[in-house]
């Protein structure tokens, strides 16, 4: 990046024609404030997008904006949705080695008496844990996750407990679990963002297990059944991951899609039929992708802007940006996002390269800002005695130095 001085407090225009920015840096003696023009805001598709469900987020899973929010942070019966949480506890285990995909668990009799959805193993069976994997995932089983349950805590009230536990410590604050298929009890909640939430977690902690959720059936004791989950079906880059339903809950919906390397998540409940479930999951995903895309500002390790240094050996340090910075803007729309770079000025040696010195402020009206920290670009010793005293005259006298 290259900035051309006019004078002390010059006002700089500089245009990035690589990334579409156009940026307007503004200098002060003391501080520091860079504005980028670009696309509109982040706005929260909420605002200006219907969604039938009674409760609904659509996230860039990429960049972690939300698209769209409906009382998302509601605890609400999540139905079978909580079998993601049953799933992840079961990925943690083999993880561990606590168990392994061709271990042989027994099926007991609560297992096998279990109604609801049922991936139909026998009492006294012995069944593979990734059969019953597929069970959960693939048929819904309540069966299965009871098999499941049992395995690993010993009873499935105590499998709940760890279920809520783990949940807690992965920050999903508003999940409360009381059994392990999300069969109605007034104190099993989970909230949109959390299963959006741990829908994140299970594709990123465990890609080898995520293929599970874009099955499309499976077959177990010669009974084959489909997966539930409607979106799998049609051609929208859907690949997972779970439906539910409860006369209290309503039809409710996990998924993700992914089209030209960016992924989406959307969590859907209270709908009033599985139709409406399917039509409304495509028309939200079709919204997301259509409508927003992502923009790349600063890439990993570029130097952001260049700061004044007080009494150094060098006269200015690069202020660098540590990670890829990538937003998620709406498409047909280009102005008001607000990029600022803040420290003050100048700063002071000795400066050691990576140490945090400055913040990168994006900012647009209607989301939440986004600060990263930027780090000093190399080591800066502190100057010797004289040029510390010809320095310190010359910044009284002059200003900061405007050489770049």
């Not at 690589?18 to 909420?46: D, N, Q």
């Not at 299965?144 to 536990?165: K, N, P, R, W, Y």
Request: net charge negative.
């Amino acid at each position: 990046m290259v900035y051309n001085s006019c004078d002390l407090y010059s006002i700089l225009l500089l245009v990035r024609n690589e990334k579409g920015l156009c940026c307007v840096l503004v200098r002060h003696l003391f501080s520091l404030l860079i504005l980028v023009l670009l696309t509109p805001p982040l706005i929260s598709g909420a605002l200006a997008f219907e969604t039938a469900a009674r409760q609904a987020i659509l996230i860039d899973s990429g960049t972690g904006t939300v698209l769209l929010e409906k009382d998302s942070d509601v605890p609400a019966p999540p139905a079978s949705l909580s079998k993601l949480m049953t799933s992840y506890m079961v990925f943690e285990e083999i993880k561990r080695g606590s168990l392994a995909l061709d271990d042989m668990l027994p099926v007991s009799e609560k297992a096998w008496r279990m109604g609801g959805s049922k991936m139909f193993v026998e009492v006294g069976d012995k069944v593979s844990v990734e059969d019953l994997l597929r069970g959960v995932v693939v048929q819904s089983g309540n069966d299965a996750c009871i098999v499941l349950a049992e395995t690993i805590a010993g009873s499935e009230a105590a499998f709940s407990d760890l279920m809520t536990d783990r949940a807690h410590e992965m920050g999903m604050s508003n999940s409360t679990f009381r059994n392990s298929t999300g069969w109605p009890d007034p104190e099993h909640r989970m909230s949109p963002r959390d299963v959006a939430f741990l829908t994140q977690r299970i594709i990123i902690d465990f890609p080898e297990f995520f293929p599970f959720f874009a099955e499309k059936e499976f077959t177990y004791n010669g009974i084959r059944q489909g997966n539930r989950n409607p979106l799998l079906y049609k051609n929208i880059g859907a690949d997972g991951m779970k439906t539910g339903h409860t006369k209290v809950s309503g039809y409710s919906l996990a998924a993700t899609a992914l089209r030209n390397d960016r992924r989406l998540i959307l969590v859907l409940t209270g709908l009033d039929s599985a139709q409406q479930r399917a039509t409304e999951g495509e028309r939200l995903f079709d919204y997301g992708f259509r409508k927003f895309n992502n923009y790349e500002l600063f890439t990993n390790g570029e130097t952001v802007e260049s700061a004044d240094v007080w009494l150094g050996d060098f006269p200015q340090v690069p202020l660098v940006i540590e990670d890829t910075l990538t937003v998620t803007l709406p498409r047909d729309t280009r102005d008001k996002l607000q990029v600022s770079v803040l420290f003050e000025s100048p700063i002071p040696a000795p400066i050691i390269a990576g140490e945090r010195i400055a913040t990168l402020l994006v900012e647009t009206p209607d989301t939440k800002s986004i600060e990263l920290p930027l780090i000093a670009g190399k080591t800066i010793p502190r100057a010797g005695p004289f040029r510390r005293i010809s320095g310190a005259l010359s910044y009284m006298l002059f200003g900061p130095s405007l050489e770049k």
